[in-house]
């Protein structure tokens, strides 16, 4: 579960970071990449922007930004 929380989160910021756009999951999903932006939602890693049709639009806060992801995990 771990390598999912990871890869959302690059995600997030590699998103953001290269467009300034947010990323959006779909509300109704029961996916493991759902549940993990869930709970980092939780963590305060990303902020909730919107929520439109069933879709909910995350952008990473700035403790997401600044975090190393560099290395094997």
């Known amino acids: ?17 290269d467009s300034k756009k947010t990323t959006g999951y779909n509300v109704r999903s029961k996916s493991a990449a ?3 932006v869930r ?3 939780k963590w305060h890693w990303v ?4 929520e439109h049709d069933g879709f909910m639009f995350v952008k990473p806060t700035n403790i997401l ?3 190393n992801f560099q290395g094997k995990h």
């Not at 890869?7 to 910021?13: K, L, N, P």
């Not at 902020?47 to 919107?50: K, M």
């Open 1 to 17: 579960m771990k390598k999912i929380y990871i890869r959302e989160a690059r995600h997030i910021v590699a998103t953001f970071s």
């Open 39 to 41: 709970n980092i939602l």
């Open 47 to 50: 902020e909730s922007v919107s």
């Open 34 to 36: 759902y549940s993990a």
């Open 65 to 67: 930004l600044n975090m």
